[in-house]
């Protein structure tokens, strides 16, 4: 029973993890309607700021450099590349991107070389035992600070008049331009804020138990996609109900993978992408997505 | 009628095309310098071409960087003492990347121009190119991978101890240690592929022989958090853990393991460690109770072949890590350099003749602790595991605690 | 209407009128004719001429070309985003080796085979990916843009878990050995054969299997293309509802796409595994649906001649780095330090990617074709 509920916390607070990442994913599809491949590159800039600053400005500091770096990259992006090709097919779109993530990551990994870089956060790798569970005290900071982000931003999205912005936008572009909306505005803030999100990712991807910042590292936001998929790619309450279950069911298979070796071992990674594709197959639009009316 | 005519004018000036070609069989055959050495592809009267398959920008980049680098100091160091057979040594470098097209590609490119391969990193790819090796190129390999599936060819050549052989040895050294005893379960967090796989043969063989059961844990080279995995194996009481995967996952494990007050010992093949991680916040753990084999001395240790080797690789890349593929790199190429010694002395240095020599080559190697036997291709070149620990100190981050030696289990094993 | 389309649109429609003692005396008139001749004498003549490092680099290309139509008529013509090709490739290389191989014991792992003649293995390997692709149809059929791109993600990870741990029927990690393909009792492996003074091995003797595979497949390719499928795929893309409301038959084209996208897959993966003579599951990852996706948008989305176009670029362009890395400015040799020549292709097909889109909709293969056909009279036009 505690080996399950050790499982079933470290899931939830990975899952939080995946539900920022992919809580930026979705902002960015609601704000543009494009399916951003970028983000993995985005994930490393907002890291390797941080690593590389926190030697010389402190972790907080740079943590905070490291956000807005990540924001910029995320802002610059939509500035430079993506606003050039508004009006083309959303497929098209999707590729751009994925040539954009190809030309960031070579970058930033040839930079980081063969090092595993420490990020110097304050939680090091110390652990919190209640009641016989233990727990890193990095998860529970990656839970909280995710809970706190993911309700400031649902209620920024809600209540404030960027947020009305964005969901004009998302509801109907033509409409919101008439009514006098910026759209070039409201996708550049989308991007920002999806880099934003995916920084501090970055961070409790990076920190104790993983050993460190390196170039593998943005594979993590491959876990992302089907978050943001089962979850319904343009809902920000699927986001989030998607990241805790893609990080639920990676712990439980991987701890209890002796149980499952009929499927093969390591089944752990696999886990996300069958519970995703079994949701698809009764609700294609995800669990919270929008249904599509039009039926051909 | 017409799309004929069209069809036999495209016929005619291809046959007239084809005539002319330069590619057309020459004497190809072994030739024979004044010296009356035997010679053929990739040696001229003046250089002696090896080629060299790595990683510098893939998965394996660290690894490849130091092992790259090491064979080009190696070559350096030969050439400037005159060479071998007097004639320069010249290494061709393909990076890969570990994408097995590249890999393929690279082998096809070098393969016609080098006397053989004195680096080959992703034993898939070799794996790939065996048929080919073993047919008609017949260079020879040495891969930079320990999977006992890469014995029995007589062209590709494992350097050191397979990690079935290494994992036996680790078990037996905790069991020596009396860290572990019968009855009881070990883990085994092993990569999925021939390395983990393998590693776990030997796991295995080594459970049975000294009466433990092995609980598996198998995880994808992209896996970095090993929090599910440790309460796994917490859950089902092991008493000790082998890691037969990457340096970060080593480093994740121990860390977790630690700090969740899971204080079992943790041995890890010579793949499972890098110095950075010391760096990292699993060094503390890692200093404490993690142990290390691998088949020479680490960089790091105060004996000649080590120090001297450490010395000349620092001043010629002093911004690049010391690590112990240096140490294999090196191990490796002065390894080729000396069958090509044999080979000039038996005045063949056709690929058939370096092959020839290596199986002659017995007891080479102590400089670096560890005596490779090349005469049996079946067999890995050595059995010994050196058994080290993580030190904060030493250049390379590692120190002996337990010189060469073969354990029993290691000796009964039937490899493959 | 997307930019795309319209750069598409003219290869579709402008097809040559077929057959006639006319056609033929026009078409002798044509520069474009010149250049086919030109360039087959030279495609058929170069096996006796590189050495098996470019041949092999061309064999990859031709596979990808025929991977990448493909993908082409399924994300560019018909506008379904599929980042599951690598598994269709997959599908098709291993079936080919488990159908024609015989069980063996390789690395430990006992293989199954089924010993059937190559030729028949290699035809229903390119079945059984097309089953794959129908399999997943219920999927591929409901799912559109980002939902079925992510959702192929996921064939991606199955397909790869799969192939590490059903090691009876793939070999494992390792991989498994690839049996030569045999058609009429003539061999394709590396046993040489004396052609005009020039030995042929496999990557001589394969290069014609390749060239015949590419033109069977651009062909019959550009005819669903041109013709009313082609229309109708390109009506989903650019307006399903519309499309249904015409009566395109909308759920069955995608799905009819997606599997006749999967077969080109699979015989592409048949053809790779043939030149690789070993398949490993390592390459059939993610990157490789990734370089797919970007040989269709560099080569121009939509087209057969973009698909070919995108695929040797791709291909070709870290070998041409690689192997003239000692000579190129900004590239250096690896372990010298400085650019490596993988990392240069990188750089420079993820801004090709970014920079065709935005410069030359339409792709590389626009500029290619427009050339030969300005003094083309234009009655074509209005053959539509």
Sequence with gaps: MTTFIELLLGGLSIGSVYALIALGFVVIFKATEVVNFAHASLLLAGGYVTAVLHDDIGFWPALLVGIAGAATVGAAIEFFVMRRYRGSDHSVLAIVTIGVDILLITELTRRMGTDVLALGDPWGNEVVNIGGITLAQTR??????????????????????????????????????LMGIKLGRVSLAAWAVAGALAAVAALFLTVFPTPGLERATSLAALKAFPAAILGGLDSTTGALAGGLIVGVTESLATGYQSDLSFLGRGIGDLAPYL????????????????????RV | MKLRALTAVVAALTVTLVGCSGKATEGKGDEQDKAGIKTGPGVTSSTISLG?????????????????????????????KGGICDRKIELTVRDHGYDPQ??????????????????????????????????????LVLPQAWSANLLGSPYIRVVGATYDVETINLIDHLLKEKRIAKGDKIGHVYFEGDYGENALTGSKHAAKEAGLTVVEQKIKPTDNDMTAQ??????????????????????????????????????????????????????????????????????????????????????????????????????????????????????????????????????????????????????????????????????????????????????????? | MSDTTAAAAPLVTTAPAPGGAAAFTDRLRRPRTYAVLVASVLLLALPFYLDRFWLQAGLFAMAAAIGAIGLNMLTGATGQLSMGHAFFLAVGAYSYCILAGESSTENGHTLTGLGLPTWLAAILAVLLAGAAGGVFSPIAGRLRGAYLGIATLALIFIGQHVLFNAGSLTGGYNGRAVPPLSLFGFTFDDTEVVVAAVPFGSSEKLWYVGLAALLLSALFARGILRGRPGRAMNAIRDHRIAAGVMGVPVARYRAG????????????????????????????????????????????????????????????????????????????????????????????????????????????????????????????????
């Design chain 1, 140 to 177: 529970i900071a990656a839970f909280l600070a995710a809970g706190l982000l993911i309700t400031v931003f649902l209620l920024a999205f809600r209540y404030t008049s960027w947020g009305v912005s964005m969901r004009a936008a998302a509801e109907n572009p033509q409409t919101a331009a």
């Design chain 1, 275 to 294: 519970v995703m594709v079994a949701v698809l197959l009764i609700r294609p639009a995800g669990l919270f997505g929008t249904k599509e009316l039009a």
């Design chain 2, 52 to 80: 060299v398959l790595t990683d510098m920008t893939g998965v394996y980049a660290s690894l490849g960087k130091s092992v790259t680098q090491a064979q080009q100091l190696w070559a350096k160091q030969i050439n400037a």
């Design chain 2, 102 to 139: 590249k890999a393929i590609a690279g082998y096809t490119e070098l393969e016609p121009k080098v006397l053989g391969f004195a680096q080959f990193i992703g034993s898939p790819f070799v794996a790939a190119v065996e048929q080919r090796i073993e047919g008609k190129d017949k260079g």
């Design chain 2, 230 to 416: 440790v309460a796994a194996l917490k859950q089902a009481g092991v008493k000790a853990v082998v890691v037969s995967a990457g340096p970060r996952q080593a480093a994740s494990l121990v860390g977790v393991a630690a700090a969740t007050g899971f204080n079992v010992p943790v041995v890890g093949n010579n793949s499972a460690y890098a110095p950075q991680l010391l760096k990292t916040q699993a060094g503390p753990a890692l200093l404490k109770d993690y142990y290390i084999a691998s088949s020479t001395l680490p960089i790091g240790d105060p004996g000649d072949g080590p120090s001297l080797l450490a010395k000349e690789y620092a001043s010629q890349y002093p911004n690049d890590v010391l690590d112990n593929g240096v140490v294999a790199g090196w191990t490796a190429a002065s390894i080729f350099g000396e069958a090509l010694d044999k080979a000039c002395d038996n005045k063949d240095l056709t690929r058939e003749g370096v092959d020839k020599a290596l199986l002659t080559i017995k007891g080479y190697g102590t400089e670096f602790g560890v005596t490779h036997d090349f005469s049996d291709p079946a067999a890995p070149s050595t059995r010994e595991s050196v058994i080290m620990k993580p030190d904060a100190t030493a250049p390379g981050g590692l120190k002996v605690i337990s010189p060469a030696s073969v354990s029993d289990a290691a000796k009964s094993f039937t490899v493959k």
């Design chain 3, 257 to 384: 796409v997606f599997v006749l996208s999967s077969m080109y897959a699979g015989l592409a993966g048949v053809l790779l595994a043939l030149v690789f003579q070993r398949t490993v599951p390592e390459y059939f990852g993610m990157i490789l649906s990734l370089e797919y996706l970007a040989m269709i948008v560099i080569g121009g989305l939509g087209s057969v001649a973009g698909a070919v176009v995108g695929a040797f670029f791709v291909s070709l362009l870290p070998q041409v780095l690689t192997h003239y890395s000692d000579s190129l400015p900004l590239v250096s040799a690896p372990g010298t330090g400085g650019l490596a020549p993988g990392e240069a292709s990188r750089y420079l097909y993820g801004a090709a990617v970014v920079a065709v889109v935005l410069f030359l909709p339409g792709g590389l293969a626009r500029l290619g074709i427009a050339l030969p056909r300005v003094n083309r009279p234009k009655k074509s036009g209005e053959k539509k």
